[in-house]
């Protein structure tokens, strides 16, 4: 095993949660523009995640940011990170396809940030660096 795969897997582990950090926080400072963005993208038929209140969802994403942070019960949380982010790109696909009229270039950050979410998922076993170990991993 390449010995630098271990320091890269711990950065991976860490911009993923900044990345997620932001979205988490982002229902506490200003829950009008996370309703906002529930109301805009995140709508199966009749179902909105802007039913349930931005603080709920916001200490979910925290709990679950913080296990993965840790290294605590790494498929549970590196799993729930990764569908989490996937479940919400899979929301927005349509401004994912090129030439149509939804098409957002910003939305195709989603893509590689889902692939190294999977990538992290797959080897989390190598991923010990500042991650808990043990019986709770």
């Known amino acids: 095993m390449p010995k630098n795969l271990k320091p890269a897997l711990l950065l991976t582990r860490l911009f993923i949660a900044y990345f997620m950090l932001m979205w988490a926080l982002d229902r506490f400072s200003d829950a009008e523009h996370a309703q906002n963005v529930a109301n805009s993208f995140y709508k199966i038929g009749d179902l909105s995640l802007s039913a349930i209140p931005p603080q709920i ?14 290294g605590l019960k790494k498929r549970i949380s590196y ?7 996937g479940l919400g790109t899979l929301f927005t696909i349509k401004n994912l396809v090129p030439f149509s009229d939804s098409f957002t270039l910003i939305f195709l950050a989603a893509l590689p940030t ?17 991650s808990l170990k043990g019986k709770w991993s």
């Open 57 to 70: 969802i916001g200490a979910f994403l925290l709990a679950v940011i913080f296990a993965f942070v840790i």
């Open 114 to 130: 889902l692939g190294a979410m999977i990538l992290l998922f797959i080897l989390r076993r190598e991923d010990t660096i500042l």
């Open 79 to 85: 799993g729930l990170v990764m569908v989490i982010h």
